[in-house]
């Protein structure tokens, strides 16, 4: 069996998809501040996280 995708939508349309969970919050976190400047915990971010 294949590692699980972990992907995360932000509010704007925005997606990532990873394996790795750390990489989906460091993309995401980076998009909120550069995009909306938002500043998003890993929390946050891990509860917008949907299997892929
Ligand atoms: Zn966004």
Redesign the pocket.
């Known amino acids: 069996m294949s590692k699980a995708m972990q992907q995360a939508t932000?509010?704007?349309?925005?997606s990532v998809t990873s394996e790795n969970r750390n990489e989906v919050v460091k993309v995401i976190q980076g998009?909120?501040h550069d995009?909306?400047g938002k500043a998003m915990t890993r929390d946050d971010v891990l509860a917008m996280m949907r299997p892929a």
């Open positions: 932000c509010s704007c349309g925005f998009h909120a995009e909306h």
